[in-house]
């Protein structure tokens, strides 16, 4: 079965504080994708990293990183140097497996907050 | 190059009646995703189409939902007769392929409100 946790449901920073979003998932598939999206206050959900299961490659992108670790099955989102504009809800993903064709499985988000 | 559209933004209707979302994709994409986000149950995939055919509806919660993709730039989503139940935002998402490392984009959303 495909799941994705995400456990911390909210999390409040102040502005300029590092913080890490948590995300652990569960397949049997050697060949996955996990992404990350972010949905602000404005409702719309964004596109922010794919991640394909053989590429354990840390990534950055600005302040954001990504840590990918097969052996716990994690792929935590970290943000360094918070600011207001980060405040959203944050989902993890993991893509279907090869039969089910491209069908997403969405954990439930953790809200983040930065205080200025 | 225009991202998902969806129509209408906003609905208010009373129980009882139908209601039709709207969904067009990113021109190109290949296939299409209905997501229901509600604070209860957050973002659950509704029905999936790829080319045009449904996949995977097993996610529609009752005969009252229906969903078509007449053609590649244009799907709806109906339920018939609305409960207050129902009320959520509504997503539509599109990809460019059928693959599973297609990242989806999501429309603005359809905030429905069934009184």
């Known amino acids: 079965a495909q799941k994705v946790t995400q456990a911390q449901t909210e999390i409040s920073v102040v502005e300029k504080e590092d913080v890490t979003l948590d995300c652990v998932y569960e397949t049997r598939d050697t060949t996955y994708y996990l992404f990350w999206y972010k949905q602000p206050p404005s409702g719309e959900l964004v596109f922010l990293i794919r991640?394909?299961?053989?590429?354990?490659q840390n990534e950055i992108s600005g302040r954001y990183s990504w840590n990918f670790q097969k052996s716990t099955s994690s792929f935590n989102f970290t943000i360094t140097a918070s600011q207001v504009v980060d405040s959203a809800v944050y989902f993890c993903?993991?893509?279907?497996?090869?039969?089910?064709?491209?069908?997403?499985?969405f954990g439930t988000g953790t809200s983040l907050t930065v205080i200025p | 190059d225009a991202g998902v559209i969806q129509s209408p933004r906003h609905e208010v209707t009373e129980m009882g009646q139908e209601v039709t979302l709207r969904c067009k994709p990113i021109?190109?994409?290949?296939?299409l995703f209905w997501y229901r986000q509600t604070m209860m149950r957050g973002l659950e995939l509704l029905i999936y189409?790829?080319?045009?055919?449904?996949?995977?509806d097993s996610g529609m919660p009752e005969d009252r939902f229906s969903a078509k993709m007449p053609n590649a730039s244009f799907s709806t989503l109906k339920i018939q007769p609305s409960e207050p139940r129902d009320s959520a935002v509504y997503f539509c998402a599109s990809s460019l392929g059928v693959h599973q490392r297609d990242e989806q984009y999501f429309g603005p959303g359809t905030r429905l409100t069934v009184t």
């Open positions: 991640r394909n299961s053989f590429d354990e």
């Open positions: 993903a993991l893509s279907g497996a090869p039969d089910t064709g491209n069908q997403f499985y």
């Open positions: 021109s190109g994409h290949n296939s």
């Open positions: 189409f790829n080319n045009n055919v449904p996949i995977d």
